[in-house]
């Protein structure tokens, strides 16, 4: 199982970014999406993710400004990220709670994405 984030990049305060990340392989099926990020020297935190239940949880750092979606049938989740400020700069790691066609069950992370906001 691979996952491949995309879309970070530079982008000045207030500006928005969309990040989605594609997994790919031998999937059964997903049962958790999610996003975390990791800013230097500090350790990696939530971002968004999906619940098991179907629900969505939020860093409240980001509440009201970003959002968790997903395209089920791509295996994508995508994370709409607006009103950014330079505190989020950090790399974007994807995750993803797996059931492989060989019925095991594994956590995957994707390779990571920078965001970097700044003027």
């Known amino acids: 199982v691979q996952l491949q984030a995309s879309g970070g990049g530079l982008v000045q305060p207030g500006g928005s970014l969309r990040l989605s990340c594609a997994a790919s392989?031998?999937?059964?099926?997903?049962?958790?999406m999610g996003w975390y990020r990791q800013a230097p020297g500090k350790q990696r935190e939530l971002v968004a993710t999906?619940?098991?239940?179907?629900?969505?949880n939020y860093a409240d750092s980001v509440k009201g400004r970003f959002t968790i979606s997903r395209d089920n049938a791509k295996n994508t989740v995508y994370l709409q990220m607006n009103s950014l400020k330079p505190e989020d700069a950090a790399v974007y790691y994807c995750?993803?709670?797996?059931?492989?066609?060989?019925?095991?069950?594994?956590?995957?992370w994707g390779q990571g994405t920078q965001v970097t906001v700044s003027s």
């Open positions: 995750n993803a709670d797996v059931i492989t066609r060989t019925l095991r069950h594994n956590v995957y």
């Open positions: 392989g031998s999937i059964f099926s997903i049962n958790v």
């Open positions: 999906f619940t098991s239940g179907g629900g969505t």
